[in-house]
């Protein structure tokens, strides 16, 4: 008797719990469901239990904060209905076979700071109103089949440290807005269709660690003031049409004693070499 007491008592807790949680978010997490096949996802969700038992949720305070599905075969668009999730913070869907475009209510989740769509099917522009999730910290739409520019808007997230857009079809230059964020730690647009100048204000990016910008169109010379960026440890152009003869270089750290290699521009050629 005392043994099905708890039992009734978890229930009616779980119960409460789920009831919650509000009917707005739960649409939205149902929509996802329906719109990516959810009954042939590697681990689906009995939409009769409570929320947060549902694989890949986490529920704080009755409201919906992280989402990871990454790996579970989705497969469709996302719904209107995802914008419901106004408290989220955290969204990893990335190594599924979602498509279609970013859906605009997307970009009512501003309370985003780590937003991960990589290696998915989505198209279309990457909407400038992605400039509105300002408390993004990662941003990963790395293979995809993204086109168009990258939206000046981008340098509105201020707080964003990783900025991985490689890999899809990307076209128009380097947007000099980028040169704002100013926590920027990882930069990586490799592989897609951009041309144009290494813009020079990417020298302000005082926290960068990496840059990888190969396999594009990019042509001119390699900014000089990439020279200031004393965190640097990895910068990639090959691959593309520049006037230096530059491929890539790595500095590493190896038993407590790094090898700090300096470059030294000029506007003919680029050279590496040790650092007295």
């Known amino acids: ?33 329906n719109t990516t096949q959810g009954e042939q996802w590697n681990t689906t ?87 509105q999730l300002t408390k993004l910290e990662v941003l990963e739409l790395f293979s995809n089949s993204f086109r168009g520019e990258i939206p000046k808007s981008i340098g509105n997230l201020v707080n964003l440290k990783s900025l991985v857009l490689g890999s899809n079809f990307l076209s128009g230059q380097i947007p000099r807005e980028i040169s704002q964020l100013a926590q920027l730690k990882k930069l990586s647009l490799m592989d897609n269709k951009l041309e144009g100048s290494i813009p020079a204000e990417l020298g302000n990016l ?3 660690e990496e840059l990888v910008l190969s396999s594009n169109a990019l042509t001119g010379n390699i900014p000089y003031e990439l020279n200031y960026l004393s965190e640097l440890s990895t910068i990639m152009v090959s691959g593309n049409n520049l006037n230096q003869d530059i491929a890539s270089i790595s500095i590493l750290n190896k038993d407590e004693e790094s090898l700090k290699v300096k470059l030294q521009f000029n506007t003919a050629t680029s050279v590496a070499g040790d650092e007295d």
């Open 1 to 33: 008797m005392k043994s099905l007491k708890i039992t009734l008592m978890c229930l009616f807790v779980s119960t409460i719990v789920c009831a919650n949680v509000s009917q707005t978010e739960k649409e939205a997490l149902i929509a996802l469901y």
């Open 45 to 131: 969700w009995n939409v009769n239990t409570p929320i947060e038992s549902w694989y890949g949720v986490t529920v704080e305070d009755n409201h919906v904060v992280e989402l990871n599905l990454h790996m579970n075969n989705l497969q469709g668009t996302l719904p209107q209905e995802i914008g419901g999730l106004t408290h989220l913070r955290k969204i990893n869907l990335g190594f599924n076979k979602l498509s279609g475009d970013l859906p605009l209510s997307f970009f009512n989740l501003k309370e985003l700071n780590t937003l991960q769509l990589f290696m998915n099917g989505f198209d279309g522009n990457i909407p400038s109103e992605i400039g």
């Open 206 to 208: 005082k926290h960068l």
